[in-house]
């Protein structure tokens, strides 16, 4: 279908993750994850995708860690690129980011409250570079066609749109499975954001809450039913990570977590 990176994105070619900390906090930590990930990722054969944000644009709290900004970021990410010839998936925010990050990372990243902002969608489309877009926790499986055709209508068919829950109440987030055969319909790999889907946005006041230890469980019901890829953010000492860390998964959960998907992926794929 198409690239990223090294990695082959074919449709039932077996189970593939983006992972790694929700926002860079050193190089250091990067690419101790980095290096983790390789050795996970050859363990369980499970290719992996390296994912962490130069800015959080959307934090709860106007005094909450962003990043190191898209200059040193990317010069960051681009390090763990050449270092372990990883894939690497990125956020951007506003148009004026896309030119620069796309000349870094091999996959660009919408996030999931600018799912609808056809500005960047369409500019993302236009470096030719394969594109994630979250699903907004406001919008139906069906809706985000929209998104998908902004994207298409550059040319750009490099497409993979990722679920991470459906706001319901306050402070909760709850997942709906069948957003994922819906959403393969417009001919999308689709992801199932696991860590992302256990948090409750605000639940702190000044910071999302969350319930890491569900993120497995909700892993496995997506692959069950059918997700391409699974999107989990990992650390290395989840209680001290800088953003999210109310959600962020271990990551010494992953090599066992990715092995019993990869059983769960060939059952449904028999």
């Given at each position: 279908?198409?690239?990223?990176?090294?990695?082959?994105?074919?449709?039932?070619?077996?189970?593939?993750?983006?992972?790694?900390?929700?926002?860079?906090?050193t190089?250091?930590?990067?690419?101790?994850?980095?290096?983790?990930?390789i050795?996970?990722?050859?363990?369980?054969?499970?290719?992996?995708?390296?994912?962490?944000?130069?800015?959080?644009?959307?934090?709860?709290?106007i005094?909450s860690f962003?990043?190191?900004?898209?200059e040193?970021?990317l010069?960051?990410?681009?390090?763990?690129?050449?270092?372990?010839?990883?894939?690497?998936?990125?956020?951007?925010?506003?148009?004026?980011?896309?030119?620069?990050?796309?000349?870094?990372?091999?996959?660009?990243?919408?996030?999931?409250?600018?799912?609808?902002?056809?500005?960047?969608?369409?500019?993302?489309?236009?470096?030719?570079?394969p594109?994630?877009?979250?699903?907004?926790?406001f919008?139906?499986p069906?809706?985000?066609?929209?998104?998908?055709?902004?994207?298409?209508?550059?040319?750009?068919?490099?497409?993979?749109?990722?679920?991470?829950?459906?706001?319901?109440?306050?402070n909760?987030?709850?997942?709906?499975?069948?957003?994922?055969?819906?959403?393969?319909?417009?001919?999308c790999?689709?992801?199932?954001?696991?860590t992302?889907?256990?948090?409750?946005?605000?639940?702190?006041?000044?910071?999302?809450?969350?319930?890491?230890e569900?993120?497995p469980?909700?892993?496995k019901?997506?692959?069950?039913?059918?997700a391409?890829?699974?999107?989990?953010?990992?650390?290395?000492?989840?209680?001290?990570?800088?953003?999210d860390?109310?959600?962020?998964?271990?990551?010494?959960?992953?090599?066992?977590?990715?092995?019993?998907?990869?059983?769960?992926?060939?059952?449904?794929?028999?």
């Amino acid at each position: 279908m198409f690239n990223i990176g090294n990695l082959k994105i074919v449709p039932n070619a077996g189970l593939f993750i983006i992972a790694g900390p929700c926002v860079i906090e050193t190089e250091e930590i990067c690419l101790d994850i980095a290096s983790r990930l390789i050795d996970i990722s050859k363990k369980t054969s499970v290719p992996a995708i390296f994912k962490a944000s130069f800015d959080k644009a959307n934090r709860s709290s106007i005094e909450s860690f962003r990043g190191p900004g898209m200059e040193k970021g990317l010069a960051i990410l681009d390090k763990v690129r050449k270092t372990f010839s990883l894939p690497i998936l990125t956020d951007v925010h506003e148009v004026a980011q896309v030119a620069p990050t796309a000349k870094v990372v091999d996959c660009l990243q919408i996030p999931a409250f600018l799912c609808r902002q056809t500005d960047l969608l369409a500019e993302c489309g236009r470096t030719g570079k394969p594109i994630n877009v979250k699903k907004g926790q406001f919008m139906s499986p069906e809706e985000m066609k929209n998104a998908v055709d902004k994207i298409r209508s550059t040319g750009n068919d490099k497409i993979m749109l990722t679920d991470r829950g459906t706001f319901f109440g306050y402070n909760r987030l709850v997942n709906d499975m069948t957003c994922i055969p819906l959403m393969q319909k417009f001919g999308c790999p689709v992801v199932f954001d696991a860590t992302h889907s256990t948090q409750r946005p605000g639940g702190l006041g000044n910071a999302s809450a969350g319930c890491p230890e569900m993120a497995p469980i909700l892993a496995k019901a997506a692959v069950a039913a059918g997700a391409d890829a699974l999107f989990l953010e990992v650390h290395t000492d989840p209680k001290k990570a800088k953003s999210d860390a109310a959600a962020v998964m271990p990551i010494e959960w992953l090599e066992k977590l990715l092995a019993d998907c990869k059983k769960i992926y060939e059952i449904v794929h028999i």
